[in-house]
């Protein structure tokens, strides 16, 4: 795996969707993936269940010189706890990019403008799990923050691997529509809704798309990419980031970056996929 980077000729990897959780929260999630052939109708064996120690280490083994802590709140009351949590975390980490989040309730404008004026440089929104509405009034404040400030928000807000009461593009495109500067990146590719996801990337040109998951063996039994995706991935070889989902992937890291090899769209674009974009997007330089 390590070669398909170095033949590039990158200096390694820039992973915008990893998550490092507090202890609590983190056995919390690996419980319910244990528990996901009852939520999912399969298996998901986690793949690195080491310390938090150990999976930094992990990625650093695996040439990822940049990734996020992608911590996420799912209801009322955690966002500002979970925010300080990551504040530390970055601050021990030096290549994980300080990440937050948020969820819609009252004093959501302010903790948003605290964690962005203190360094954040990530968010991460989950409207499937935290079941809320992206449309809330009370997240108002936040988008216009956000979309003032350029700072990226990773969001899942596709249908997979189950649907929720606001998932899917409507609701994120009406986000868009009141908020054209916001910089989203589409987790996942925003899967099942893949094509409906790329139409918002061709609308708005602060819309990314992370690769999450997308073309392994895995999620080609829940959600596979439409044949005839190659060429719109092709057309926004700009806006197309490294994503996995690490540490909670039922594979080894390395089935990602296979699965991106074998979508067959060039070398020039897992360049700017794996290492360029991500780069960009967050100022990145290791020279």
């Known amino acids: 795996m390590a070669e398909v980077w170095r033949e ?3 200096p390694g990897l820039i992973d915008v969707h990893t998550h490092f959780l507090p202890p609590s929260v983190q056995a919390k999630v690996w419980a319910y993936f244990d528990d996901a052939g009852a939520n999912y109708g399969v298996d998901w064996p986690i793949h690195y269940r080491g310390t938090v120690a150990e999976r930094v280490a992990q990625l650093r083994a695996l040439g990822v010189r940049a990734f996020t802590s992608l911590v996420y709140a799912h209801k009322p009351g955690m966002a ?3 925010n300080d949590w990551a ?10 990019l300080r990440s937050a989040t948020f969820f819609p309730e009252p004093g959501a404008g302010t903790y948003v403008r605290a964690a962005i004026e203190d360094g954040a440089r990530v968010f991460k929104a989950h409207v499937q799990v935290g079941g809320y509405d992206p449309l809330d009034p009370l997240l108002d404040p936040v988008w216009g923050q956000l979309a003032d400030a350029r700072v990226p928000v990773v969001i899942h807000c596709g249908s997979g691997p189950m649907p929720g009461r606001h998932t899917g593009p409507g609701p994120v495109g009406a ?3 009141r908020h ?3 910089r989203l990146v589409i987790a996942h590719l925003g899967l099942p809704e893949y094509h409906e996801h790329l139409d918002l990337a061709d609308r708005y040109p602060g819309v990314y798309l992370d690769t999450t998951m997308v073309g392994t063996d895995f999620t080609e039994k829940l959600a ?3 044949a005839d995706i190659g060429p719109r991935l092709a057309g926004h070889a700009d806006r197309v980031l490294l994503g ?3 540490p ?3 594979y080894p890291y390395g089935h990602q970056l296979d699965a991106l090899v074998r979508l067959g769209l060039g070398d020039d674009w897992l360049r700017r996929v794996l290492w360029a974009n991500g780069a960009e997007l967050f100022g990145i330089s290791l020279a």
Not at 87 to 96: I, L, M, N, S, V
Request: charged share 5%; aromatic share 10%.
């Open 244 to 246: 996995s989902d690490f």
């Open 180 to 182: 054209p500067g916001l």
């Open 175 to 177: 986000v868009l529509a």
């Open 87 to 96: 504040a530390g975390f970055a601050a021990a980490t030096p290549d994980c």
């Open 224 to 226: 596979p990419l439409p």
């Open 248 to 250: 909670s992937i039922p």
């Open 80 to 82: 500002a706890w979970l």
């Open 8 to 10: 590039l000729g990158l």
